[in-house]
């Protein structure tokens, strides 16, 4: 049974940093890009931050770039997720999801997996 799930999610006062962890069971994460998801209250879950599964290839959502930072680690069937210089509008959920290698990254509609989601609570 595949399974994603995210930890790290934490209440945190603007400026500060949090990393987030997706872990990886059931399948083997160097096959499929992961993709991390917002959804903030009452808003569509967005794309923020996207790799390939080789690592080649990656996308940020513009109001993350320079603060967020994507990685991820196969050996250890992780992909993180370096969240700097937090705003209170980056409060949401997290999601981290699995796609095809073929599959545009942080394309909404080509996720094949789901994580569960954590809550990030940045106040100000």
């Known amino acids: 049974q595949v399974q994603l799930v995210e930890y790290g999610g934490a209440l945190v006062q603007s400026g500060e940093s949090l990393k987030l962890s997706c872990i990886a069971y059931g399948l083997t994460l160097d096959s499929y890009s992961i993709n991390w998801f917002r959804q903030a209250p009452g808003k569509d879950r967005e794309g923020v931050a996207c790799?390939?599964?080789?690592?080649?290839?990656?996308y940020y959502v513009d109001s993350v770039k320079g603060r967020f930072t994507i990685s991820r680690d196969n050996a250890k069937n992780t992909v993180y997720l370096q969240m700097n210089t937090l705003k209170p509008e980056d409060t949401a959920i997290y999601y981290c999801?699995?796609?095809?290698?073929?599959?545009?990254?942080?394309?909404?509609?080509?996720?094949?997996?789901w994580g569960e989601g954590t809550p990030v609570t940045v106040s100000s």
């Open positions: 790799i390939s599964n080789n690592e080649d290839n990656t």
């Open positions: 999801a699995a796609a095809s290698p073929f599959a545009t990254l942080c394309n909404y509609y080509a996720m094949d997996y």
